[in-house]
């Protein structure tokens, strides 16, 4: 684990030193920021790991630097938050964290959390070197995803995706003959049984085919108005 860099921005001095001792204690390498902003820059020159980011911070604020990061990396992220609110936990997953912890939490809790993000992101490292077979493949159009490997290619070139970003690919094509709503992805996806609307999906979808343009894929992610998603296929 000592190879391993975290970085947190927080600009409460005793909660930010606490989480340091925290990671410290296990091991990690910890970098500690009093703004999101001077986290984002020391990112751009040597990336981390791992990314802590408050919502609330002098300057750039965490959902301005969590969708910054997102822009250059599929880091972990995990939030932090003083507002136990729907919206806070929206816009921070429709951004692209991978977590989210309200205030006060335990930073045993939090520990454990980032354990869990890093081992997973060792596993998907771990597993590009391991060949794999064409059953153990999901195909639709010019994309084809491997499961196990946490991995997606569009014709033969790699698709660098979030962990979330990664999942809900991975379920519309395991339901590619039917179109999925937005409240089935995000109970599905996230395990938020939304009973209000919510951008989550949307921005992540919008995300994704950004991507996927950016690779001159032939997939395509189409609106079903009032409803979902659906999947198509441009002409060649």
Not at 7 to 12: H, T
Not at 66 to 79: A, Y
Not at 209 to 226: C, F, H, P, W, Y
Request: glycine share 4%; net charge negative; aromatic share 8%.
């Amino acid at each position: 684990m000592g190879d391993k860099t975290i970085y947190i921005a927080e600009d409460e001095k005793n909660i930010r030193n606490l989480i340091a001792s925290f990671l410290k204690k296990e091991g990690y390498q910890v970098l500690a920021f009093e703004t999101g902003d001077d986290l984002y820059d020391t990112f751009q020159i040597q990336p981390a790991d791992l990314v802590i980011l408050d919502v609330m911070m002098p300057g750039a604020s965490g959902f301005i630097i969590c969708s910054k990061l997102r822009d250059m990396s599929t880091v972990p992220i995990i939030m932090l938050t003083a507002k136990d609110t729907d919206e806070d936990y929206i816009s921070g997953i429709a951004l692209g964290s991978d977590a989210y912890f309200t205030k006060p939490f335990s930073p045993v809790k939090l520990v454990m959390q980032v354990k869990a993000m890093l081992r997973r992101a060792e596993m998907d490292a771990a597993a590009t070197n391991i060949k794999s077979t064409t059953d153990d493949c999901l195909v639709f159009s010019d994309i084809t995803i491997q499961p196990e490997k946490f991995m997606v290619f569009c014709d033969k070139e790699e698709l660098k995706l979030t962990h979330t970003e990664f999942c809900l690919l991975t379920f519309l094509v395991e339901n590619k003959e039917r179109a999925v709503s937005r409240e089935e992805l995000l109970l599905k996806i996230w395990g938020y049984d939304a009973a209000i609307e919510t951008r989550a999906t949307d921005d992540t979808v919008k995300r994704l085919r950004r991507k996927l343009a950016d690779m001159n894929s032939l997939m395509q992610i189409e609106t079903v108005r009032g409803y979902g998603f659906k999947l198509g296929t441009k002409e060649a």
